[in-house]
């Protein structure tokens, strides 16, 4: 009765397939884990950002017909320089 015994490239073939599956069970579980969390996120807490952010956009916007009167520097000339 004679057994072959497991060849060292055999034990290394297993050991990296061993290693890929955990290591493709190790990403499928992030990803699984990131859609469950997107798919619980509060809305509450998007339309509050939403909300934000167009008061930041509010405030950055100016009207088209109003302009403040900024102090320039000698070397700049005012942006309408060109229609006097």
Do not use: Y
Not at 22 to 44: E, H, K, Q
Not at 64 to 71: C, I
């Amino acid at each position: 009765m004679t057994h072959d015994p497991i060849s060292a490239a055999d034990g290394f073939v297993l050991a990296m397939l061993a290693v890929m599956a955990l290591s493709f069970g190790t990403v499928a579980l992030a990803i699984g884990c990131g859609l469950r969390n997107a798919a619980r996120r509060n809305a509450d807490v998007d339309n509050l950002l939403e909300e934000v952010a167009a008061e930041e956009q509010q405030e950055t916007r100016k009207p088209v017909g109003a302009r403040d009167k900024v102090r320039l520097e000698p070397w700049e000339r005012d942006g309408d320089w060109w229609k006097k």
